[in-house]
């Protein structure tokens, strides 16, 4: 049986309802990261996060530097 090709209208559906479901997921991690903003800020641990964040990058970094010279 052969496949109907999907009319423009069709098309223009799904496209819509992804950029919808984008946007309600774009709205999420919004809330979760002003969550946590206020979390640190709430425990004073701001700076104490922000030093294991650039540690953590940093070993990435340096991880990533040392596999691609493997490849």
Known sequence: MKKKK???KQIETV?????QQ??????????L????????????DTDKFNKFVQGRLKELQ???KTGDKQK
């Open 62 to 64: 340096d991880k990533n």
């Open 22 to 31: 984008l946007q309600v997921i774009e709205q999420k991690v919004n809330a």
């Open 33 to 44: 990261d002003n969550l946590i903003g206020l979390y640190f800020e709430w425990k004073k």
């Open 15 to 19: 496209i819509s309802n992804i950029i």
């Open 6 to 8: 999907p009319t423009n």
